[in-house]
């Protein structure tokens, strides 16, 4: 529990890289590769949940980066619809050699470095 806490995009890039593999680029569009379910199974209980460290003005210097978190604040919509954003890429070469695909989808800047 304390790994996927600690560095929740790990957890994301293995699921996505098992979940898409085979498929192209263009049958991926929509997807959420299972994510939502991936972590409700992980957090499905109130203490679990609890785990979560809680952003707040204190607090928030205090955590990691790219950790998880939970917050509380309002969420608005503006009805735009028009959001854009890059959803993966393939230019990420593994030590082996082999390019691999790299998922931005729940990030707000490129993962490289943590691939």
């Known amino acids: 529990m304390n790994d996927i806490i600690a560095d929740p995009l790990k957890a994301i890039q293995e ?6 593999q085979g498929l192209r680029d263009e049958e ?19 203490e679990k949940i609890q785990q979560i460290p809680l952003v707040e003005s204190r607090t928030v210097d205090k955590l ?5 978190v939970r917050f509380r604040g309002m969420v608005q919509d503006t009805e ?10 393939a230019t990420i070469t593994a030590p082996n050699g082999e390019e691999v695909r790299v ?13």
């Open 28 to 46: 991926l569009a929509g997807t959420e590769f299972g994510v939502p379910e991936y972590f409700a199974a992980r957090f499905d209980t109130r």
């Open 103 to 115: 998922c931005h989808r729940y990030a707000d800047n490129q993962l490289s470095e943590k691939v």
């Open 15 to 20: 699921l996505y890289a098992k979940q898409t």
């Open 64 to 68: 990691p980066p790219y950790s998880l």
């Open 80 to 89: 735009l619809g028009q959001d854009v954003a890059l959803f993966a890429t």
